[in-house]
C-alpha cells in the first residue's frame, strides 16, 4: 500500500504543477509541459484502475493524498484512531481517513 | 477573492533587489517571510523552490517569475514582491529575457493548493505589460502595494 500511496503523491504533485504551469504559461506551448503530461501518464498507467477513480474523485474537489503525523490527518487535523491506524499498518483496512476520506499516506514506523 | 491587502504588507515589497544570481535572489526574497515567522526553514523552502523549478521554469515571457513551492518549511501562505534594476537578472539559463519584477510564493505542504487563486491573480497582472511596466517605475514599497491590492483581473 505504501508505494501506491507515493506513487498517488507524486501524482497528486504533478498534477498541481500542470495547473501551476497552465496558470503561468497560458496556451503557450512549454516542453516542460509535454514532461509533466508524460510522467502523469506514466504514473497513471502504474496504478490500480478503482484506486484512480477514487483519486480522480478527490482530486475534484481539491486534495486527494495526504501524510498521516502522530495521528494526525494532514488534510483534515484530526486524530485518527489508534485501532485504525493499527489495521491500516496490518493492510486489514486501505490507508484512508475515516474522517475526511482522503488516502493516509502513513509515517514510516521505526 | 483572496484579500491581498492583508498577504502584501509594505515590508514585503523589495524595491532595488540587490542579487546577481537566482540562490542570492530567492534567499533576498525569502527573507521577509523568514522574518515574520511563515517560514521556519529558510534553506528547506529555498531547497523546494529550486526544485521546483527544476520541473518547470515559474518565468514567463513578460520578464516576470512567480517562483513558489509547497514546503514544510511554510507555517502559512507567504508572498513578497521583488522589483530588481535594469536590466535584470538571469532567472532562468538561456531563457531570451532577463527578469525584473518577481513575485516569491510561500505555500504550505498542508494546504498544497491554496496559493493557485493567488497564482491565478498575478499571472493575470503579470500577463499585462503596460501594468508591469507601470509597477516597475514604483518609487515606494507602499505605492508597490496599492498597485497590485487595486488589481482586478478580468476572469
Known sequence: MRETLESLLALQELDIVLSESQILHRQQTHHGIADVRSKIERLRGELPEAILKRYDQLRASGIAVVKENDGVCGGCRLSVPKGDLNRMYRGAIPWVCPNCGKFLLLQARV | ?155
Not at chain 2, 6 to 33: G, W
Not at chain 2, 92 to 116: S, W
Request: aromatic share 4%.
Open chain 2, 1 to 155: 477573492m483572496m484579500d491581498l491587502k492583508a498577504l502584501l504588507p509594505a515590508s514585503n515589497i523589495i524595491l532595488d533587489l540587490a542579487a546577481k544570481q537566482r540562490h542570492e535572489l530567492l534567499t533576498v526574497l525569502v527573507s521577509p517571510l523568514v522574518s515574520k515567522g511563515v517560514i521556519k526553514d529558510q534553506a528547506q523552502f529555498i531547497a523546494d523552490l529550486e526544485q521546483r523549478e527544476s520541473q518547470i521554469t515559474t518565468q514567463i515571457e513578460t520578464a516576470v517569475a512567480l517562483p513558489h513551492a509547497r514546503s514544510n518549511a511554510v507555517r502559512r501562505l507567504g508572498l513578497t514582491v521583488g522589483i530588481a534594476p535594469a536590466p535584470g537578472i538571469e532567472y532562468t539559463p538561456g531563457a531570451p529575457e532577463l527578469c525584473r519584477l518577481f513575485f516569491l510564493i510561500a505555500v504550505p505542504a498542508f494546504a498544497p493548493t491554496a496559493h493557485l487563486p493567488l497564482l491565478q491573480r498575478l499571472a493575470c497582472f503579470a500577463h499585462d505589460r503596460p501594468r508591469v511596466e507601470k509597477l516597475l517605475a514604483s518609487t515606494s514599497p507602499a505605492r508597490a502595494a496599492r498597485q497590485l491590492v487595486m488589481f482586478k483581473p478580468k476572469l
